[in-house]
């Protein structure tokens, strides 16, 4: 093993210990000396558009959850900077992708709104936003609320049932009379 920068350990079992012993020295090595390089080159392959230090941060906290359970896993038997380099690099790419799903499911907020408008066609934009407007009229509550579950959240169906306790059958029925409401009062002169 090659000696660290600044901290020198004799082995990679030695240096995990004092991970999981929250050893002040062998975290800075993690994070900012010897293995801080192997990270950033990582978080940057899989993460381009993520600042690299937020993602070293989230493995940090990753790593050290449940008092350091999935260091916990590690084989002394690979070397730790292989481990290290696998995990890392599986973590940031599940990390950008958990980013970029929840990103599909953010309602359309007023700010987008203005956005669509200076975008896109006049047209397309008006309805994005009479549909957003239509949302948020639609009575009763429990409609408004079914139908932001199940199109704007993309809920799981069975979820959303449990919820407001009807069958997943009644669900889609209450789904498709909210819907022909949203559009009898809000988007019939869209409709051909």
Known sequence: MKPFAKYRYSTDRQFVA???????????????????SLLRFNALKVAPNVPVDDLVQELYLYLS????ARLKKYEPDLPF????????YRFFKDFSLRMIDSR????????EDQQLLNAGTTQMNQIMIDIRRGFGELEPPRDREILTALILRDEEPQEVANRFNVTVDNLYNIKRRALAK??????????S
Do not use: F, M
């Open 65 to 68: 959850a449940d008092n350091w």
């Open 104 to 111: 599909r499911q953010i309602p359309i907020t007023n700010i």
């Open 18 to 36: 004092d991970l999981l012993a929250n050893d002040g020295k062998a975290l800075e090595c993690l994070l900012y000396d010897r293995y801080r």
């Open 81 to 88: 900077e292989r481990w290290l380099s696998v995990v890392s």
């Open 182 to 191: 949203l559009i009898q009062k809000h988007l019939k002169d869209y409709a």
